[in-house]
């Protein structure tokens, strides 16, 4: 993995020099000598470079290597975030590369936040997943080892960019999870992988199929019986205020190992993504990981429910009828609607066992949600005004961006069923909003709760500044700067 470094020394002279320009000013920088800023200056007349973020100039002057780095008009934590991640991909083939931290015309943040910015976009840009090729050559890695950030006060520096580090991390990971084919990770061996967490200080537990049995959580066992990898609930602690009772927030995940959609099978194209149905329960232990990375001040309970959707003998019908862990009863109409059914058993072991009363789910629900908002906004649904304008904050600050949909009783009672308490399905229309109705029944009385359907957001196709292809990890973000906001 990328190594950041913050330093006030001298510069090694294999290191490539970067230079951040804003958008049509004027190149002035201590870093560079008359020579190399004349040079540089002829590079950029030349180039027609007019620093716009994410575009380039590169010049071999008489000391290596000098990017002159397009930083944009004024910009701000994300778009510097950016610039690190374009970064990491310009620099794919060096060794060693040393940006200067200086002031920015316009820019409202210290230089600190300057340097955590960069460095972050450093580390989550620089991400990949390529274990599993045997044959690439070694050209086509990445050189890049370090990258050093010359900054004035670097203890400090370091210190305060110990939050950005711990969320790099825990983004990283995030990726690493859903990246993992179905094959590998399976609710067995992602439970096992949780586990090893409580090295950080995490109190974690974890429920096997007997303690489900023995529990009933009716709906979540109905997902898991179609498949001979057995499923598993992991709950994890972290409490950063040891002296307060309460959780100040639940989190909850969706993890579908692989979701076949089940007796109602999902057609072959694209099937693959699937493997990914477990992205919410991948951000909620990352969301934990990061807290407990952080040390942040804060307590928060999570939970996920690892199951895998698939066709066996032994699969649920549709047509089946089951009870759920608070008693109320599902008709299942579709066995391919099976993140609510996960996620309702999951939510209420969570209400009625813990000391809870704000709760956030997260989870790849609903392909009506991906065609409503695309790869540019989870859809938020939210019982509670404030608990929404404050994640749908944290949306804009990290750059996870949440747009609000409609709860409502119109949408709820479309999933009222002929025999049982409801149905896992609604009509054609608004499948975003019954799904989330459908949740909003395990909602306990009286607690503020929001569900972030990020079924078009967790993967990433083209490839973006700060995510290759493949999964994005979205949601540890936003999550981490509102429980850190809360704390
Ligand atoms: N895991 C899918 C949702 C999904 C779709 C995630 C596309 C990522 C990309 C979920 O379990 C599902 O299959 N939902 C169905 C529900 C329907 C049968 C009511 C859907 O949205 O099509
Ligand atoms: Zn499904
Ligand atoms: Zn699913």
């Not at 004024?74 to 060794?95: S, T």
């Not at 023995?214 to 499923?231: H, I």
């Given at each position: ?72 008009d ?22 060693v ?32 997943f ?16 370090q ?18 580090a ?6 990283r990971y ?36 007997k303690?489900?049995q ?18 598993r ?58 807290l407990?990375?952080?040390k ?33 009863t ?9 993140g609510r ?29 991906m ?14 005004d ?21 709860l ?20 054609v ?36 500044p ?22």
């Open positions: 993995m990328l190594e950041i470094v913050f330093t006030d020394g001298r510069i090694g002279s294999k290191a490539v020099k970067i230079v951040g320009v804003s958008e049509n000013a004027k190149i002035v920088s201590k870093a560079l000598n008359d020579d190399e800023t004349a040079l540089v200056k002829k590079a950029v007349v030349q180039s027609g470079f007019k620093g716009k973020n994410g575009t380039f100039v590169e010049v071999f002057g008489p000391n290596g290597k000098i990017i002159i780095a397009g930083l944009g004024k910009p701000d934590a994300v778009a510097l975030q950016k610039l690190g991640g374009a970064l990491a991909k310009k620099l794919f083939k060096d060794a590369a040393c940006y200067y931290v200086e002031e920015i015309k316009g820019c409202k943040l210290s230089l600190a936040e300057i340097a955590h910015n960069v460095a972050f976009g450093l580390t989550v840009g620089s991400y990949r390529d274990k599993y090729f045997t044959k690439k050559k070694q050209e086509e890695y990445p050189s890049l080892e990258v050093i950030l010359k900054v004035k006060n670097p203890e400090a520096v370091n210190e305060s960019y110990r939050r950005f711990a969320l790099g991390n825990a983004v995030a990726r690493d999870l859903c990246n993992e084919p179905a094959n590998y990770l399976t609710p067995e061996v992602f439970a096992d992988d949780i586990q090893r967490l409580s090295y950080l200080g995490l109190d974690i537990e974890i429920l096997d199929k303690a489900l023995e529990k009933e959580f009716g709906m979540l066992l109905s997902v898991a019986q179609g498949s001979c990898n057995d499923p609930v992991a709950i994890i602690q972290w409490r950063g205020k040891p002296d307060q009772v309460e959780f100040d927030c639940g989190l909850v995940g969706k993890g579908v190992t692989f979701d076949s959609g089940g007796i109602s099978l999902k057609p072959g194209t694209g099937m693959g993504d699937m493997k990914r149905d477990m992205t919410g329960a991948a951000v909620v232990v990352s969301s934990l990981k990061a407990a990375l952080q942040a001040p804060v307590n928060v309970i999570g939970i996920v429910g690892l199951v895998e959707n698939m066709p066996d003998a032994m699969a649920t019908r549709p047509g089946d009828v089951v009870t759920s862990l608070s008693g109320q599902v008709e299942i109409l579709n066995t391919d609607a099976e059914l996960v996620l309702g058993d999951i939510m209420w072991y969570l209400q009625s066992n813990y000391n809870v009363h704000t709760l956030i789910d997260i989870a790849t629900l609903t392909g009506a949600t065609r409503a908002l695309g790869n540019q906004y989870a859809g938020i649904f939210c019982n509670n404030k608990l929404c304008n404050e994640l749908i904050k944290a949306g804009e600050a990290s750059d996870e961006k949440l747009w609000r949909l409609p409502g009783e119109g949408y709820n009672k479309m999933i009222n069923s002929d025999i049982a308490d409801m149905k896992n399905l609604g009509g229309n608004a499948g975003g909003s019954t799904a989330a109705c459908f949740l909003e029944r395990f909602v306990q009385k009286g607690n503020a709760w929001a569900h972030l359907d990020i079924a078009g957001v967790d993967t990433e196709d083209k490839g973006s700060l995510c290759p292809k493949g999964s994005t990890g979205f949601g540890v973000r936003v999550l981490n700067y509102y429980l850190n906001a809360k704390s």
